[in-house]
């Protein structure tokens, strides 16, 4: 059976979306609620794209449907909630999602001695959180009203930075600082905007070669630790 252009284009945002959430065929099925063996019909062209796919993909993942459908607009352009949960300062099982005791804005510590075990705090067992997510703190005011004070952000490490979701939130590992700012394309293709929520703080231009590391912010969390 040969698979129409536009499917083909589906399938590929598909798998695009696989590998930057690290979900392998079976664990994307799982989230999106179908059968592993179908997913791989439709991955392979053997059945066609369908609506009941592309409709179970953007409610279980808050992906885009202009996205996944188009291609225009971005890959998670709907806004993601912010639940209030409550984090146990020790839990003995390590289950769910880990947090971490960092405040990503504050000094210049690199990645590599940010995401160790003795820095676990305790864990938020939270729907939908791909594998491979880390809590961690934020601190000042820089991008409320979307994330203020003392929130945290669920973050997921970037396996490149050749594919940027171009106006989402990111953490931004320079040499001398720790960022966490919408991230806009700029007419010069080697730099990046980073910019504020905050309309007091002005947009910066860092060059690419500048960035460490890149995290995207998947969730936002008010925390709520007085348990």
Not at 122 to 129: A, F
Not at 199 to 223: A, G, N, P, T
Request: glycine share 4%; aromatic share 8%.
């Amino acid at each position: 059976m040969e698979t129409n252009q536009n499917d083909q284009a589906i399938i590929e945002r598909i798998k695009y979306l696989m590998d930057e959430l690290r979900y392998k065929q079976v664990e994307f099925a799982q989230k999106i609620d179908i059968n592993a063996s179908n997913l791989s019909k439709y991955l392979n062209g053997r059945l066609p794209v369908s609506q009941a796919l592309i409709n179970r993909i953007v409610v279980n993942l808050g992906v885009s449907k202009q996205w996944l459908e188009q291609g225009t607009d971005l890959p998670f352009a709907k806004q993601v909630s912010t639940p209030t949960l409550a984090v146990p300062t020790v839990q003995l099982a390590n289950q769910g999602t880990p947090v971490y005791d960092i405040d990503v804005t504050a000094g210049s510590m690199p990645r590599s001695a940010m995401f160790t075990d003795d820095r676990i705090v305790g864990w938020v067992d939270l729907p939908g959180m791909p594998s491979g997510s880390r809590i961690i703190k934020v601190s000042g005011d820089s991008m409320k009203p979307v994330i203020c004070n003392g929130d945290y952000v669920a973050i997921r490490e970037l396996t490149s930075m050749r594919h940027i979701f171009w106006g989402e939130i990111y953490v931004v590992l320079l040499d001398d600082y720790r960022l966490i700012k919408y991230v806009r394309r700029n007419q010069d293709p080697n730099l990046v905007t980073l910019r504020s929520a905050n309309k007091d703080y002005d947009d910066m231009d860092v060059l690419r070669s500048d960035i460490r590391e890149m995290m995207i912010v998947q969730q936002v969390l008010h925390i709520d630790t007085r348990i």
